[in-house]
């Protein structure tokens, strides 16, 4: 039986997620009902606060803590269609993170990459609230 790596791992969901340039990312934010997830660990996101509208659901409980038409989703209204926007610091968690929204069922799932890559680009930011 051949495992897989963490390589392949980010090879699979590159391939699978559309990972967003600043500029589709707005475009899909002000077009579509969007939530953005912010799945990096709560240190990082109490040190440095998140993108504007988002909200956070650490890597390591977003698959417990979200599912498709879910009455116990922290989320109101989510369902199947919803369009996600997930990040991280860097955007490889949050490759993995979508894929695994993908593999639940999420239909509208992409990786909005990297929290200061967001900065950079001039994206809004709020104090993790």
């Known amino acids: 039986m051949q495992h897989n790596n963490l390589e392949k791992?980010?090879?699979?969901a590159n391939k699978e997620i559309?990972?967003?340039?600043?500029?589709?990312?707005?475009?899909?934010?002000n077009k579509e009902d969007v939530?953005?997830?912010d799945v990096r660990e709560e240190s990082e996101v109490y040190n440095s606060g998140v993108i504007k509208n988002a909200i956070h659901i650490p890597r390591g409980l977003l698959e417990f803590t979200l599912a498709p038409n879910s009455q116990t989703n922290p989320i109101k209204n989510i369902n199947e269609e919803t369009f996600l926007?997930?990040?991280?610091?860097g955007g490889y968690r949050s490759a993995l993170a979508a894929k695994s929204l993908k593999?639940?069922?999420?239909?509208?799932?992409y990786n909005l990459g990297g929290y200061q890559e967001w900065i950079d680009s001039g994206g809004e930011i709020q104090p993790n609230t």
């Open 85 to 89: 926007l997930v990040y991280c610091a």
């Open 35 to 37: 939530v953005i997830i």
């Open 18 to 29: 559309k990972r967003l340039t600043f500029t589709e990312s707005l475009s899909i934010i």
């Open 9 to 12: 791992l980010l090879e699979t």
């Open 103 to 109: 593999d639940l069922g999420f239909k509208n799932v």
